[in-house]
């Protein structure tokens, strides 16, 4: 089910050019961080992670999925999620910040 936040505007929804924009800069973000991991045994959650990357210019909704593979990437490596969470959020777009649901984890 598609987030009725992440609609762009051309196609009936709220989101703007400049917040999509945004949305494609982050989601490449978070797929470059994880890049250096593709190693046979996390090679899928970091190419699904470029791939919704790549992705989101056409449905922004996509950048959350390019997130959450980054953070399988990161667990599979035995990395820091927590840091991985910060560096989303840190290069997250503002407005993108305004929008979490209350209840929900950052």
């Known amino acids: ?13 709220l989101l703007t050019k ?12 978070c797929a470059e961080n994880v890049l250096p991991l593709f190693t046979n045994t996390i090679e899928i959650a970091v190419a699904r992670s470029i791939g919704h ?9 996509h950048s959350l999925r390019a997130a959450e593979y980054a953070l399988k990437a990161i ?3 035995d990395k820091s999620i927590e840091i991985e969470r910060k ?17 929900v984890k950052k």
């Open 87 to 103: 560096f989303q959020d840190k290069n997250a777009p503002f407005f993108l910040k305004t929008w979490r649901k209350p209840g």
């Open 75 to 77: 667990k599979l490596a």
């Open 18 to 29: 400049e917040q999509h924009r945004q949305l494609i800069f982050w989601a490449c973000k």
């Open 1 to 13: 089910m598609r987030y009725k936040r992440f609609i762009t505007e051309h196609r009936g929804g």
């Open 53 to 61: 990357a790549a992705a989101t210019a056409h449905m922004a909704d």
